[in-house]
């Protein structure tokens, strides 16, 4: 069974600090999916990031940068200099490989409630 | 381009009643995705669907359904309702199933079961 863990339940920051969210996740499968969510008071989820487990690339996005570590299965996501607009619930979610019965089947950890201040 | 369409965005219902959701997708967007997320549980797969059929299922009880029609938008169905089903449903759609990765969601339905 798939398993994604966000250990931090809520971090608080003040604007222009550095931010790491963390994600831990299991899977039995060699070939899975791994992602990170935005939803912000709205409620809709936005997409920010996908990393296939064949990947293990770092990658940076303006102030968005993901660490990927297949030997410690992490997949954290740090944000540069926060913003007071970053606060939001952010995701980290797994899928297995579409032919095993993945597709868009995500798995979500518990998200971490960022908060950002001024 | 218009966004995933649910509606409604809000709705109380009782114990023992049914409830009817529906999720228009992005147009072009052939998959459609049901999730469930509360308190409690957190966000939970319920099901998929492409081209009119159910590709995946999550762990829920049978009380849960959906359909999906030709023009690719879906509905979900709960009956019997209970206390617990008390949640925010997201519907995500895609141009198709499979590892796309990018899930484009709905700003959900919030349901209340007094």
């Known amino acids: 069974a798939q398993k994604v863990t966000q250990a931090q339940t809520e971090i608080s920051v003040v604007e222009k600090e550095d931010v790491t969210l963390d994600c831990v996740y299991e899977t039995r499968d060699t070939t899975y999916y791994l992602f990170w969510y935005k939803q912000p008071p709205s409620g809709e989820l936005v997409f920010l990031i996908r990393?296939?487990?064949?990947?293990?690339q770092n990658e940076i996005s303006g102030r968005y940068s993901w660490n990927f570590q297949k030997s410690t299965s992490s997949f954290n996501f740090t944000i540069t200099a926060s913003q007071v607009v970053d606060s939001a619930v952010y995701f980290c979610?797994?899928?297995?490989?579409?032919?095993?019965?993945?597709?868009?089947?995500?798995?979500f950890g518990t998200g971490t409630q960022l908060k950002v201040e001024l | 381009k218009a966004g995933v369409t649910q509606t409604p965005r809000y709705l109380i219902k009782t114990r023992g009643q049914q409830v009817t959701l529906s999720c228009s997708p992005i147009s072009g967007h052939r998959s459609v995705s049901w999730y469930q997320q509360t308190p409690g549980q957190g966000l939970q797969f319920l099901f998929e669907y492409f081209s009119e059929t159910q590709r995946n299922k999550g762990n829920f009880p049978g009380r849960f359904s959906g359909r999906q029609f030709s023009n690719s938008r879906s509905e979900m169905n709960v009956s019997t309702l209970e206390l617990g089903d008390s949640a925010l449903y997201l519907c995500?759609?895609?141009?198709?199933?499979?590892?796309?990765?990018?899930?484009?969601f709905g700003e959900g339905s919030r349901l209340t079961v007094l």
């Open positions: 995500a759609s895609s141009p198709w199933p499979g590892n796309t990765g990018e899930l484009f």
């Open positions: 990393r296939n487990s064949f990947d293990e």
């Open positions: 979610a797994l899928s297995e490989y579409e032919e095993t019965g993945g597709g868009n089947k995500l798995t």
